[in-house]
């Protein structure tokens, strides 16, 4: 089943602004991740945030993580042609055998 | 570092007939994941091993797929007999156990059912 919702579904920006994607889930978590997928390179981790971190930075890309809300967003900055891709949220739920729960995904176009 | 191989990259057969995919994770990855992504959907999990163990199945159509990890490297997932439902990526990944679970990837088997 998947615990992820992610928002919106697909997002349409111009090349150079920025895109936020937000996630939500339902039950508690060991941390959640972001990962990209596009045809050219498949399922790609992206960056990952710990339950008990509030927020994270990887070059273009800020992740932060509401446990209270049980959100996360993802933020990327000045977008790029090559950042159309989906992107997707996994948790790692508490007592989850190392699985990950996978939401739906947000579809990213970069329009140049 | 090798990155997961998977093959075939592409496959089209027809309904009641069988097939197969295989896998090799990244060496050194205890844990293996089979997932089924369909078109609009995020990735939905098949089945975990963990070295040649199978760690959860719940999901997987016991009646109609089956897989296996022999000697815990290695993995074959296969569908028999396919019906067009069963038109999906099949996605292979694997993990290091203990690194906070992030997965990596291959480049998955298109599969089409007609």
């Known amino acids: 089943s998947q615990q992820g919702e992610e928002d919106p579904q697909a997002l349409s920006i111009q090349e150079g602004e920025n895109a936020t994607m937000n996630c939500s889930y339902k039950?508690?978590?060991?941390?959640l991740q972001w990962y990209r997928q596009n045809s050219g390179r498949g399922l790609v981790h992206l960056i990952l945030?710990?339950?008990n971190e509030r927020e994270k930075h990887s070059g273009r890309l800020r992740v932060t993580l509401d446990t209270s809300k049980k959100s996360s967003s993802l933020l990327i900055t000045a977008s790029r042609a090559a950042d159309t891709a989906s992107y997707f949220c996994?948790?790692?739920?508490?007592?989850?055998?190392?699985?990950?729960?996978w939401g739906a995904g947000t579809k990213l176009i970069i329009k140049p | 570092e090798a990155g997961v191989a998977q093959s075939p990259r592409y496959k089209i057969i027809e309904k009641r007939q069988s097939v197969a995919f295989w896998c090799n994770p990244i060496?050194?990855?205890?844990?293996l994941y089979w997932y089924q992504q369909i078109l609009g959907q995020g990735p939905k999990l098949l089945i975990q091993?963990?070295?040649?163990?199978?760690?959860?199945d719940s999901q997987l159509p016991k009646d109609r797929f089956s897989a296996e990890r022999l000697k815990g490297v290695d993995s074959t997932l296969k569908i028999q007999p396919a019906k067009l439902e069963d038109s999906a990526v099949y996605l292979c990944?694997?993990?290091?156990?203990?690194?906070?679970?992030?997965?990596?990837f291959g480049p998955g088997t298109r599969l089409t059912v007609l």
């Open positions: 990944a694997s993990s290091q156990r203990g690194n906070y679970n992030e997965q990596f």
């Open positions: 060496s050194g990855h205890a844990t």
């Open positions: 091993f963990q070295n040649n163990g199978v760690v959860d």
């Open positions: 039950t508690s978590i060991n941390n």
């Open positions: 945030i710990r339950s």
């Open positions: 996994a948790t790692d739920a508490m007592d989850s055998n190392y699985q990950l729960i």
